[in-house]
Structure formats: structure tokens, C-alpha cells
């Protein structure tokens, strides 16, 4: 086991003794267990997996961030937003995703930094819905 903070600026998301952790980075994907060795890494916008002391798998929409391994037996993944599936709203997440294509289609591409913030607007809505639709196939 080890322990595992996941943090965004709004709030603590999870704390808590886990066995295995499995999220995406500029790298590929990254699993993460008990005596992992040190490293940083930066994380894109995913699904976050882990499996807690209980046995229960956690499944949450991750943007971009920061994962930290460190030697003491805990992980720190530092996000922007994170956020279980069971609280995402699927119909808001899909609202958001039309609008921020909207916007795409009548931004101009002159001003670099707008373009950016839509695209990034984008992809946490397409997150957000692909970490649903995943659940919806099991079912």
C-alpha cells in the first residue's frame, strides 16, 4: 500500500492507502505500486484509475498535472480538476463540449492564448464524457 493525495485548486479530492494507481503522462501510461521508485512526471487530461486498501476501483477524470512519486511510500498527483465519475454530469459535460466546439468553429486562430483555452475547454469535456461512456459499456 501506499498513500495517495490527489489535489486540485478547488479542493482535496482523495486521501487515502492504495494498492495500485494507473494514469496517463506525456509518457505513455503509468502504473504505480507500492515501492515504486521516485520520479515526476506530467500528467495529460485522463482517466485516473486506482484501487483502494479496500479493494474498490475509483475511476476519475483528471486534466492536465503533475504526478510526483515519492520515496516514503506516497504519491501526489496534482491536477487542475479532478473529479470522480459518479459526480460528473453527463448532460452539463456534453453541453460544455457544444459549446467550446461552438466557440472553436467561430474562433479566428490570431490570438494563440484564446485558441489554447478552448481547446483545453474541449478536452475536459471530452474527458469527462469518454470516463462515462466507459463506465456505460460495462454496464
Known amino acids: ?15 487515502g492507502d492504495v494498492e495500485i494507481l494507473n494514469v496517463y503522462t506525456i509518457n505513455g501510461q503509468v502504473g504505480i505500486l507500492t515501492d ?4 515526476v512526471d506530467i500528467i495529460v ?16 477524470a483528471v486534466s ?9 511510500r ?8 479532478a473529479e470522480f465519475d459518479y459526480d460528473i454530469d453527463y448532460n452539463k459535460a ?5 459549446q467550446a466546439e461552438k466557440e472553436m468553429s467561430l474562433d479566428d486562430k490570431t490570438d494563440l492564448l484564446k485558441t489554447m483555452h478552448l481547446k483545453a475547454q474541449l478536452d475536459k469535456a471530452m474527458n469527462r464524457i469518454n470516463v462515462l ?7
Open 1 to 15: 500500500m501506499f498513500q495517495l493525495t490527489v489535489a486540485a485548486p478547488e479542493e482535496m479530492d482523495y486521501i
Open 64 to 72: 492536465g498535472g503533475y504526478l510526483m512519486v515519492w520515496a516514503n
Open 74 to 81: 506516497k504519491v501526489t498527483v496534482l491536477v487542475n480538476a
Open 133 to 139: 461512456n466507459e463506465e456505460r459499456k460495462l454496464k
Open 94 to 98: 456534453m453541453n460544455q463540449k457544444a
Open 36 to 39: 515504486h521508485a521516485p520520479f
Open 45 to 60: 487530461p485522463c482517466e485516473m484509475t486506482f484501487i483502494d486498501s479496500e479493494g474498490k476501483n475509483h475511476k476519475m
